[in-house]
């Protein structure tokens, strides 16, 4: 559930309580101390301290190739390095896990330490490479490239630009690419206290081609945008029409349409709770053009409410077509109801009714929606498949054969699929909704971690962290991607989740976490 928390804007404090004496202050500008061992009897919040100062130095000075990061990078030899392919030492990965996240995790590090500027510096660096891979329709792609030659083309904003390489014009919201760097890019500004001109410009310009991004009237967002899009009309979610009857998925929905799956409204890949923390965060950094972002951040709202499927599945789809109805991507992405997709949707309502409880509307919609998933999910409640056929909630109807020409013959079963590239069935996370959903009946403060979780949380990246500054994945026997050198690596998910714990207890340990200090 944790990573599905909202990303909380850290108070600075002027000054650290329980600071150990084994830390010593730093000159202004110079590199953060390094961290000596301590006794068992030194507060944790001193040991996060330490270990979050060393991680960053560590992960910033060894790690990063001109300020940006990639997936994995091997602990031995940190020129291997990859994301979802190899990279040179001139590319980095922009896509979660990668150089946004980061950037990210150094913010909010440099807001709970504020006595070890050098954070702020980390957090700069990083800023500055996703600059660097910002494509000039406004928003970022996956990778960014800084060869002057670059190999991984992107019509670029600010280095040397191919704009006619496909489709390499445009910028990405799948994978929450371009959410996730703008909120980095938003944070740092913000952090920076809106002084570089550099950082500054990078976030207004995404900005206001985001605003232009959101289709008109629907509220929703296409996967990737190059420009301006169209208005569309604001209709409700209905199912297709059938070519046939008893005929499964493959034969009862039509799969041509005029346009690319990518120009029409999307929710691939839990893009729905991306947005509402891009338009909260768009909101929150610049109050001057909070009107702006709350108006998004409404119509959004409902696009989210009339996307939901009628009875009998009132769940989410994957994709919409221009009558959002539910259409095909790609030739294994079928028309149906979408279990990952549905329980993302469900915690971005949940968001937008705790930031506004005067829209009951939208913790509604998700009441509506657990009443049927929690109907179909399996394997002890634990399990819920990636796909189910539309109309039909039949137990025996939730495994079917998709068929279409060019595509992977897939078996929603319990059984491996034969494309195995790809999530069939992933956790079942009702349960978590159900209790947020709950709660917010009668306390819509934030969520967060409790003390307790936070401190056990805390104490493990403390305690697994080597030398006191780097945490290791060790991978075998194939790496963690397909050629990949087995062994031990660095795992930028690993380091941003543990950093953000880390500068999450330092704070909190000043605030509603005092006694769980030690």
């Not at 599905?4 to 600075?12: F, K, Q, Y």
């Not at 991507?329 to 309502?349: C, F, H, K, N, Y």
Request: with cysteine.
């Amino acid at each position: 559930m944790n990573r599905h928390l909202a990303l909380v804007l850290l108070p600075v404090f002027s000054a650290l309580a329980c600071v150990s004496p084994d830390i010593e202050p730093e000159g202004v500008g110079a590199p953060p101390p390094r961290e000596v061992e301590q006794s068992a009897t030194t507060p944790l919040r001193a040991k996060a301290l330490g270990r979050m100062r060393n991680a960053a130095t560590y992960f910033h000075d060894n790690v990063a190739r001109h300020g940006g990061y990639a997936w994995h990078h091997n602990a031995t030899n940190l020129n291997e390095r990859w994301g979802d392919i190899q990279l040179d030492a001139d590319q980095i990965m922009i896509q979660s896990p990668g150089t946004s996240d980061v950037t990210i995790a150094f913010v909010e590090a440099a807001l709970a330490d504020p006595a070890t500027p050098a954070l702020k510096t980390y957090a700069l660096d990083a800023a500055m490479a996703l600059r660097q891979g910002q494509v000039k329709s406004g928003g970022w792609r996956l990778y960014a490239d800084f060869k002057p030659a670059p190999t991984l083309q992107a019509c670029y904003l600010n280095t040397t630009a191919n704009c006619s390489c496909g489709g390499c014009a445009t910028s990405t919201y799948d994978d929450q690419v371009t959410q996730n760097a703008l909120i980095a890019m938003m944070r740092t500004d913000q952090l920076l206290g809106f002084a570089n001109t550099a950082i500054s410009g990078a976030s207004a310009y995404a900005r206001a081609r985001v605003e232009t991004s959101q289709f008109p009237t629907n509220g929703g967002f296409p996967q990737v945008f190059a420009g301006p899009v169209a208005a569309r009309p604001a209709l409700s979610a209905s199912y297709p029409p059938s070519i046939g009857t008893s005929c499964g998925l493959a034969n009862c929905y039509a799969n041509s349409y005029t346009n690319e799956y990518w120009d029409d409204p999307t929710l691939n890949d839990n893009l729905a709770s991306a947005f509402v923390e891009m338009l909260y965060w768009a909101r929150e950094v610049y109050p001057s053009q909070a009107a702006t972002y709350q108006s998004m951040r409404t119509a959004f709202g409902g696009f989210l409410r009339r996307a939901q499927m009628p009875q009998p599945q009132p769940a989410w789809a994957q994709q919409y077509d221009i009558q959002m109805q539910p259409r095909w991507a790609r030739s294994w992405e079928t028309p149906a109801i979408a279990g990952q997709e549905s329980q993302d949707v469900m915690w971005a309502l949940l968001r937008l009714y705790q930031l506004d409880p005067s829209v009951p509307a939208n913790r509604a919609a998700v009441g509506t929606a657990l009443a049927y998933l929690e109907t179909v999910d399996y394997a002890n409640d634990t399990l819920l498949s990636r796909y189910i056929e539309l109309d039909d909630t039949a137990p025996s109807n939730i495994g079917f054969y998709t068929v279409k020409p060019g595509g992977y013959p897939v078996r929603f079963s319990t059984a491996p699929p034969t494309y195995q590239n790809y999530g069939w069935e992933g956790p079942s996370q009702l349960a978590a909704i159900r209790a947020e959903y709950d709660r917010l009946a009668t306390d819509t403060t934030a969520m967060k971690r409790s003390c307790q979780q936070l401190r056990a949380d805390t104490a493990q990246a403390v305690d697994t962290a080597v030398n006191n500054e780097r945490w290791i994945t060790t991978y075998s026997p194939a790496g963690p991607r397909s050629g990949a050198t087995p062994g031990d690596y660095l795992d930028t998910s690993t380091f941003v989740r543990n950093m953000r714990t880390l500068a999450e207890f330092v704070t909190r340990t000043t605030t509603d976490c005092t006694a769980w200090n030690y």
